[in-house]
């Protein structure tokens, strides 16, 4: 069996404590080393949880954490989009560019003969295209795309968000750069995929669908998981990414008003990392508003409620949390965007509606029936079972044998 030298390069440290993306990223590296395969990672610590984590060191050869900060001024960034001529959006926040991140890259790639680097989320493509002249011609260079940045900024406008077209042609122009510099381009979906080839049709051949994972053994709920009937609702997010803000906003305005009036005793809890206080005001006897805290605690929240929302209208990619609550056996009431890449049919293994006043009516239906929910969240969970982490992991490990031959 061919043994693999892998770069990781990620926007956020990927520990097994966290939620969102970054989850799916330590099951990849962790599924890969099991298999015997070598791990580089590279990835910025902003908290000094990140710098004491050590979750994946028993699966990496080497761990570079980067000291880094995640917002910068106004004048920096300045600065950075003058100099390096990128758009803003890549130069702040979760994986703005960092020099340090792109030395110890430089010098990993002096150091160190790779397979495959992979940049995990769009944004780490920067430091692919901005040195390419550096891989060498047998190292696949691969793009992680966890949303595609355009058609999510396209997204926010079309909801009357103040983006200018000048701001969605520079990311345009910028983000699909990058992605004619790598060798291969990961999407989670299918449909992600054709988002992709839609704004430039020869990157088709370069994609690769290698969808999210769950832990189904971490999340199987005990065996007393059907016979609560808390009337519990709830949402899962990580609160930086705003699309995880706005689903938050539009449950509470579009449907939790018919909820309590058919279910007066009805709580719903959006749980997650960073609430921000546009969320914190909505807090009241019946709303709950908190951080989740580790991967432990935030399981006690599954399988504590009864129903799970997602009541998503941004982004793209992959919903992590969605895999996670049919896992542990919750019934869900989901729009049609938040299913990307798990295909689930309507009423058998979830209930998919963009319709709001529909929306409020499954989730009063499911609420009211145990039955129901019963039979739903069984047939969530098996679907789960067939994105179990080890099954994501050996199709990752299938492209990233298929070396720089590219396959139409």
Known sequence: MRRLKILFLTKLLPRADIIGGPILIYHRIKNLSLMGHKITLIAPAYTEEDRKDTSLELFCERVVKIDSMRDKSNDVVEMLYKRLKRPRFFLTGDGGYDESIEAAFRQVLSETH?????????????????????????????????????????????????????TIKELRDYEFRMYAAADKILTLTREDAEILAGYEPNLRRKIRVVPHGVDTRFFTPPKDRWRRNTKNILYVGNFRHYPNVDAVKNF???CWGKILSEVPDAKFYAIGFSPPPELIKLRSENVIVQEGG???????FYWNCDVFVAPIELGTGFRGKMLEAMACGLPVVATSLATFGISPTHGRDMFVTDDYDEFAKYVVMLLKDARLRKKIGKNASALARKFD????????????KEGRRLQI
């Open 294 to 300: 580790d991967n432990e605690n935030l399981r006690r």
């Open 114 to 166: 790779l397979d495959v680097v992979i940049a995990e989320y769009s944004v780490m493509g920067q430091y692919i295209e901005a040195n390419r002249h550096l891989i060498p011609t047998d190292t696949t260079a691969i793009i992680s795309v966890h949303e595609c940045y355009t058609k999510a900024f396209e997204l926010r406008a079309k909801r009357g968000e103040d983006i200018s077209e000048g």
């Open 389 to 400: 982490h080890k099954y994501a992991a050996k199709k990752l490990e299938r492209v990233l």
């Open 252 to 254: 509470i305005k579009h």
